[in-house]
């Protein structure tokens, strides 16, 4: 399998992931626009320290490393930020049809 395809399956697998979770939990979603923004801010800064410890991981040439650092830390955080993008598409749609 290409890296191309593998990364195209990565982020199909992820959203999969975060859609079933908003349909499967669809109280953790906050009903308060500053909540989700604390939500969109903690997925950036986890981002950032999360790519940080990929970059580290796979530095140590290491498979087991490196599985670790795309299914134990890739996986989830770009899972949580497919999730915050739907909490916040969710509360785009319910302002505009006035349900909020």
């Given at each position: 399998?290409?890296?191309?395809?593998?990364?195209?399956?990565?982020?199909?697998?992820?959203g999969a992931l975060a859609l079933?979770?908003?349909?499967?939990?669809?109280?953790?979603?906050?009903?308060r626009l500053t909540r989700i923004l604390v939500h969109v801010a903690v997925a950036i800064v986890a981002t950032h320290f999360g790519?940080?410890?990929?970059?580290?991981?796979a530095s140590l040439n290491s498979v087991g490393f490196s599985l670790a650092a795309v299914f134990g830390i890739a996986l989830p955080?770009?899972?949580y930020n497919l999730l915050v993008a739907l909490w916040?598409?969710?509360?785009?749609?319910?302002?505009?049809?006035?349900?909020r």
């Open positions: 399998m290409s890296p191309s395809a593998y990364g195209v399956l990565f982020l199909l697998g992820a079933w979770a908003y349909v499967r939990w669809p109280r953790l979603m906050p009903s790519r940080e410890a990929i970059e580290l991981l955080l770009l899972t916040v598409l969710a509360l785009l749609a319910a302002v505009r049809s006035g349900s």
